[in-house]
C-alpha cells in the first residue's frame, strides 16, 4: 500500500523556473537575486519591514538570541511544549533555558506561568521565546503585555505557523525579532532554510554582517566580532520564491485535513488541537489527544503502531523540553497542572500532508476507529 506521510514537500513548476535563472546567469552563490528578492516577498506577505534569508531557521533563532542581547547565564523564558530547536540556540550563546508551561486553550505557551516566571527570575530574564506549535498561534496579545511589563525583550518562533493569522495579522512578526523555517516538512520548504524577520532594520543588517563572517569594512579580511557562516544559497532561494506563490493554496489543503479528521473523528473520545477563535491557524499539523479515562484502553502509541503497520506516518506530540535529559538541569514553571506533559502523553500528530487523498485520509481514519473498536 501506498505510504501516507506526515508532512512531505509538494513542489511545483515555479521553483524550477527560478533555480534556473540563476542556474542561466551562472548566479548560484553567493546569495543574488533569488535570494535578495525572497526576502522582500517574505516581508511583504508577513508584514514586517525586513528579513535575513538564512540556511536554517534554527541558525535564524541563533541570530535572535544573539540580537536580544542574550550572554553568558542570561535566562531566557522558552516554550516548553516544542521542538528543540526553538530552545537549543539559547546555549549557542551561553544563555540558560527556563521552560515555561503550555495553557489548554493553544498548546501553546501559558501567560499565567509566564508572568509567575518573570516575578521569580526577575532581571536575570533577558528574553522570552514563544513558538506557535503545530501553527496555532499562542496567546499573543497577553504575552506581548507581559514581556512589556517587566521590560524583556520577545522573540517569536513561527517556523511551524508561517501563514497562520492572530486577529487578522500574519504570525512571524509579533516578537522584536522573529524566526520562521522552511525545512522540509514545513508549510513551503526550500529542502532546508530559514529567515530572520523583525522590523528593525538595522537588526536585520546585523544579522546579515554576522552571519557573512562578520567582516569589517575594509579592503582586506578584517573581522573585530565573531561571525557565522549561515546565509541562504541563491539557488534554495529560488525553490523558496517558487514555494511561495503557492502557501495560500497549501494552507487551504492544511485546513481542509484538519476539518475532515474533526469532522470524521467527533463520535470517538478524542478532541482535535484546540485554537483561539480569533486567530487562523494554518493546520501545519492535526494532531489529536485522546481522553484521559480511555487511556487505559487506548494509548497514542496503540494508534501509531497499527498506522505505521498500515505504511501510514503519525508522529507523537513534541516531548516537552523540561522532561529531555538535555535539560535535566533547568527550571520549570507551570501554573496549573503541567499541561504539556498531559497533552504529550495524550496525544498524536496524525498525517497532513497536502498530497494526500480524501481516500487516503479515509484510510487513516478508519484505522484510528478501529482502535476503539468502532
Ligand atoms: C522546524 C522548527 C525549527 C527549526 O527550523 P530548521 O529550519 O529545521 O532549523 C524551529 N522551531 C520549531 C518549532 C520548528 O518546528
Redesign the pocket.
Same mark, same amino acid.
Given at each position: 500500500m501506498e505510504k501516507i506521510w506526515l508532512s512531505s514537500p509538494t513542489m511545483h513548476s515555479e521553483e524550477q523556473k527560478f533555480v534556473k535563472e540563476a542556474f542561466d546567469s551562472n548566479w548560484v552563490a553567493p546569495l543574488g537575486r533569488n535570494v535578495t528578492e525572497f526576502e522582500k516577498e517574505i516581508s511583504k506577505y508577513i508584514g514586517c519591514k525586513d528579513a535575513a534569508a538564512m540556511s *536554517?531557521?534554527?541558525?535564524a533563532?541563533h541570530m535572535c538570541f544573539k540580537l536580544a542581547g542574550v550572554k553568558q547565564d542570561d535566562i531566557v523564558l522558552c516554550s516548553d511544549l516544542? %521542538?528543540a /530547536?526553538?530552545v537549543n540556540p539559547v546555549s549557542y550563546v551561553g544563555g540558560k533555558q527556563v521552560f515555561v508551561d503550555s495553557e489548554r486553550e493553544t498548546w501553546n505557551m501559558d501567560p499565567i506561568a509566564l508572568e509567575k516566571a518573570l516575578i521569580k527570575y526577575e532581571k536575570k530574564v533577558k528574553a522570552v521565546v514563544v *513558538?506557535n506549535?503545530y501553527g496555532t498561534p499562542a496567546k499573543l496579545d497577553e504575552i506581548i503585555d507581559i514581556c512589556k511589563k517587566y521590560d524583556v525583550t520577545l522573540i517569536e518562533?513561527a /517556523?511551524?505557523s508561517l501563514s497562520a493569522k492572530y486577529k487578522g495579522k500574519q504570525t512571524g512578526n509579533f516578537g522584536k525579532y522573529n *524566526?520562521i523555517? %522552511?525545512?522540509g516538512n514545513?508549510i513551503i520548504t526550500t529542502s532546508?532554510?530559514?529567515m530572520f524577520l523583525s522590523d528593525d532594520q538595522d537588526a536585520v543588517e546585523k544579522v546579515r554582517f554576522y552571519s557573512t563572517q562578520a567582516r569589517d569594512r575594509a579592503p582586506w579580511y578584517q573581522h573585530s566580532e565573531i561571525g557565522y557562516n549561515y546565509r541562504m544559497s541563491n539557488i534554495v532561494a529560488g525553490i523558496g520564491r517558487g514555494q511561495l506563490i503557492h502557501i495560500e493554496e497549501h494552507k487551504a489543503l492544511k485546513t481542509e485535513i484538519f476539518k475532515r479528521y474533526k469532522e470524521e473523528l467527533k463520535d470517538l473520545p478524542v478532541e482535535m488541537n484546540p485554537y483561539l477563535e480569533c486567530s487562523e491557524p494554518n493546520f501545519w499539523l492535526s494532531c489529536m489527544t485522546i481522553k484521559q479515562e480511555f487511556l487505559h484502553k487506548v494509548t497514542p502509541e496503540t494508534i501509531r503502531i497499527a498506522l505505521e503497520k498500515e505504511n501510514i506516518e503519525s508522529r507523537p506530540i513534541w516531548k516537552p523540553m523540561h522532561m529531555q535529559p538535555v535539560f535535566a538541569d533547568c527550571d520549570f514553571i507551570t501554573a496549573d497542572d503541567n499541561v504539556g506533559e498531559d497533552i504529550f502523553k495524550r496525544g498524536l500528530c496524525l498525517p497532513s500532508d497536502i498530497k494526500m487523498t480524501e481516500l487516503q485520509q479515509q484510510r487513516v481514519i478508519s484505522v484510528i476507529k478501529r482502535c476503539f473498536d468502532v
Open positions: *536554517a531557521g534554527t541558525h533563532l516544542t %521542538f /530547536a526553538t *513558538a506549535l518562533d /517556523a511551524e *524566526a523555517s %522552511f525545512n514545513k532546508g532554510g530559514g
